[in-house]
C-alpha cells in the first residue's frame, strides 16, 4: 500500500500536516497548497480504505484524514505483529523431533518456522538455525547428530534437509532387514482328512523347500498274494500242485521227474 500511495505521490499526507487557514493573510500560494493537500489526502485515504475488508471499512470509513487512519492501523497491526515475531521464535525454539514420525516430515515443518522468521524481517544466521536443528533431532539419531556437530566446514539448511534425507532412507533400509516376518516363509495347501470332496477344505502347513530339494515316494512293501488252488503264499504259476497236475496230463506222474530203477 505505501508502494502505491508512493506512486501516486499522495504518500507525504501520512506525515505533513495540512496546512492551516488563515483567513486575513491568506495568500493564494498558500491557498493552493491547502487545496492540493485536501485532494491528495481524499485520493491517499480513498486507497487504503479500499484496501480493507468490510469489517475495517466500518470501523475506519469515519476517520477524517489519512494520516490519523494510517497511524491508527500501525498502532494496531504494528503491535500484533511484534506479537506474532514473539510466538514464531517461541515455537521455533520449543520445537523438537520425535521418533514416532518420519524426520523429513519434521524437517519440513520446523524449516516452515525458520522461512516465517525470515520473512517477517527477523534476520536469523543460517548457521545458527542448522545448529538449532541438529540439535531437535531425536534420541535414536544421536549418533548422526554427533556426526553433524563434529563436521568442521558449515552446512547450509538444504544440505542438511539432504544429509537426513539420506540418513533417513538408510535407517528405513536397516529397520525393514532387521524385522522378522511372522508370516510362514513358505506354505503348501493340504486338505483335512474326512473333507468330501465336494466341500474341499484347506489350510496351511509351514514348510521350507529349496529349489534343490527333492520328493522321494516311500517305498511300497510288496504283499504277496495267495493262490487260488491251495491257499499258500505264493502265486498260482508257482504253485506246486499246479505243477504235479501239468506234469500228469503230460504223462510224467512223478512231476516232471523219470524214475530211475
Same mark, same amino acid.
Given at each position: 500500500?505505501?508502494?502505491?500511495?508512493?506512486?501516486?505521490?499522495?504518500?507525504?499526507?501520512?506525515?505533513?500536516?495540512?496546512?492551516?487557514?488563515?483567513?486575513?493573510?491568506?495568500?493564494?500560494?498558500?491557498?493552493?497548497?491547502?487545496?492540493?493537500?485536501?485532494?491528495?489526502?481524499?485520493?491517499?485515504?480513498?486507497?487504503?480504505?479500499?484496501?480493507?475488508?468490510?469489517?475495517?471499512?466500518?470501523?475506519?470509513?469515519?476517520?477524517?484524514?489519512?494520516?490519523?487512519?494510517?497511524?491508527?492501523?500501525?498502532?494496531?497491526?504494528?503491535?500484533?505483529?511484534?506479537?506474532?515475531?514473539?510466538?514464531?521464535?517461541?515455537?521455533?525454539?520449543?520445537?523438537?523431533?520425535?521418533?514416532?514420525?518420519?524426520?523429513?516430515?519434521?524437517?519440513?515443518?520446523?524449516?516452515?518456522?525458520?522461512?516465517?522468521?525470515?520473512?517477517?524481517?527477523?534476520?536469523?544466521?543460517?548457521?545458527?538455525? #542448522? +545448529? !538449532?536443528?541438529?540439535?531437535?533431532?531425536? @534420541?535414536?539419531? =544421536?549418533?548422526?547428530?554427533?556426526?553433524? *556437530?563434529? /563436521? $568442521?566446514?558449515?552446512?547450509?539448511?538444504?544440505?542438511?534437509?539432504?544429509?537426513?534425507?539420506?540418513?533417513?532412507?538408510?535407517?528405513?533400509?536397516?529397520?525393514?532387514?532387521?524385522?522378522?516376518?511372522?508370516?510362514?516363509?513358505?506354505?503348501?495347501?493340504?486338505?483335512?482328512?474326512?473333507?468330501?470332496?465336494?466341500?474341499?477344505?484347506?489350510?496351511?502347513?509351514?514348510?521350507?523347500?529349496?529349489?534343490?530339494?527333492?520328493?522321494?515316494?516311500?517305498?511300497?512293501?510288496?504283499? #504277496? +498274494? !495267495?493262490?487260488?488252488?491251495?491257499?499258500? @503264499?505264493?502265486? =498260482?504259476?508257482?504253485?506246486?500242485?499246479? *505243477?504235479? /497236475? $501239468?506234469?500228469?496230463?503230460?504223462?510224467?506222474?512223478?512231476?516232471?521227474?523219470?524214475?530211475?530203477?
Amino acid at each position: 500500500m505505501h508502494f502505491l500511495l508512493t506512486t501516486l505521490k499522495v504518500v507525504y499526507v501520512l506525515s505533513t500536516p495540512r496546512p492551516p487557514e488563515d483567513d486575513e493573510n491568506e495568500t493564494l500560494e498558500t491557498s493552493r497548497r491547502r487545496i492540493k493537500w485536501d485532494n491528495d489526502d481524499y485520493i491517499c485515504r480513498g486507497h487504503i480504505l479500499n484496501g480493507m475488508c468490510d469489517s475495517l471499512f466500518d470501523v475506519y470509513q469515519n476517520v477524517e484524514y489519512a494520516k490519523t487512519l494510517w497511524e491508527s492501523l500501525e498502532s494496531k497491526y504494528m503491535t500484533e505483529d511484534a506479537s506474532s515475531k514473539k510466538f514464531l521464535i517461541s515455537n521455533f525454539n520449543s520445537y523438537k523431533m520425535v521418533d514416532s514420525r518420519p524426520i523429513m516430515e519434521q524437517f519440513h515443518e520446523i524449516q516452515r518456522l525458520y522461512d516465517q522468521l525470515l520473512i517477517h524481517n527477523m534476520h536469523v544466521n543460517e548457521t545458527f538455525g #542448522v +545448529g !538449532s536443528i541438529i540439535d531437535k533431532l531425536p @534420541p535414536s539419531w =544421536k549418533e548422526v547428530k554427533n556426526s553433524l *556437530k563434529r /563436521k $568442521k566446514e558449515d552446512l547450509s539448511m538444504e544440505q542438511l534437509g539432504r544429509r537426513l534425507q539420506i540418513e533417513e532412507g538408510i535407517k528405513l533400509r536397516e529397520g525393514d532387514n532387521g524385522k522378522k516376518s511372522d508370516l510362514p516363509i513358505s506354505s503348501i495347501n493340504i486338505m483335512e482328512e474326512g473333507q468330501s470332496s465336494g466341500t474341499k477344505k484347506y489350510k496351511k502347513r509351514p514348510g521350507k523347500f529349496t529349489k534343490g530339494s527333492k520328493f522321494q515316494k516311500k517305498p511300497k512293501d510288496k504283499k #504277496v +498274494g !495267495s493262490c487260488w488252488e491251495c491257499g499258500g @503264499p505264493h502265486f =498260482k504259476k508257482d504253485c506246486p500242485k499246479v *505243477k504235479k /497236475k $501239468k506234469a500228469q496230463l503230460n504223462g510224467h506222474p512223478n512231476g516232471g521227474q523219470d524214475n530211475q530203477g
